[in-house]
C-alpha cells in the first residue's frame, strides 16, 4: 500500500496506522497477517488458483521485503472458506493439490476429488517459514475459536458460490493497525 497499484492482485500489505484493508471470499479464503513487533498487517484473497499461485507465501514475502519483518513474527488466520467436505476439482488439477500435500486431496482417484484448500496453504505457509502455531485455521483444537468453517455447509452464517451458484454474496476479512 503507498506504491502504484499494479493491474491486478489478490494481497495487499501495509504499516499505515489507522488504515483498513480487507480481503473478500465466498468459498475462497480471506487470509488475514499480523507482525505485532514491527506492526505490520497484510490481507489476501486465496482461492483455489491463488492457493496454487502461492499467494499466502506472496504476502508474506511482501511483509518481509518491505516492513523487515521476521517470519517468526508474523501471525496468519484463515477465514472460513469451501472445505473439503463440499469443494472439488477435476483431477488433473487435484494433482497440483495433491503434489503439494497428499491430505490436501480426498478421494484422489475419482474423476472429481475432494480439495482441502485451507490444508494446502499451512502447509504452503509452513514450508516458507511461517510458525505452525502461529497459523489459526481448522486444525485448532479449540473449537471455539476455530474461524474456518466451511462456507457451503453454513448457509444460516456465510455466503457461498459452491451451494448458491451464481446468485451469492461475500464475506470480507479487514484487519488494521490501531493508531
Known amino acids: 500500500m503507498g506504491k502504484p497499484e499494479p493491474d491486478s492482485y489478490d494481497g495487499i500489505v501495509t504499516d499505515q496506522k489507522g488504515v483498513t484493508i480487507a480481503a473478500p471470499g465466498a468459498d475462497c479464503i480471506p487470509l488475514l497477517f499480523s507482525d ?3 506492526r505490520v498487517c497484510g490481507a489476501a484473497h486465496s482461492g483455489w488458483k491463488g492457493t496454487l499461485l502461492g499467494v499466502a507465501m506472496a504476502t508474506v514475502n511482501a511483509m518481509v521485503v518491505e516492513f523487515g519483518c521476521s517470519l517468526k513474527d508474523i501471525l496468519v488466520v484463515l477465514g472460513p472458506s469451501v472445505g473439503p467436505c463440499c469443494f472439488t476439482l477435476p483431477r488433473e ?7 503439494i500435500h497428499p491430505d490436501c486431496v480426498r478421494f484422489y482417484d475419482s474423476p472429481e476429488p475432494y480439495i482441502d484448500i485451507r490444508k494446502a ?7 516458507g517459514g511461517i510458525l505452525p502455531q502461529n497459523i489459526q485455521d481448522d486444525s485448532v483444537t479449540d473449537r471455539s475459536q476455530n474461524l474456518t468453517l466451511c462456507t457451503s455447509c453454513h448457509p444460516d452464517k ?17 484487519i488494521s493497525i490501531k493508531e
Open 121 to 127: 496453504t499451512r502447509v504452503l505457509l509452513e514450508h
Open 158 to 174: 456465510f455466503f457461498s458460490n459452491v451451494r448458491d451458484g451464481t446468485n451469492f454474496g461475500t464475506q470480507i476479512g479487514f
Open 93 to 99: 488439477e487435484a494433482k497440483k493439490f495433491h503434489a
Open 36 to 38: 505485532p513487533i514491527k
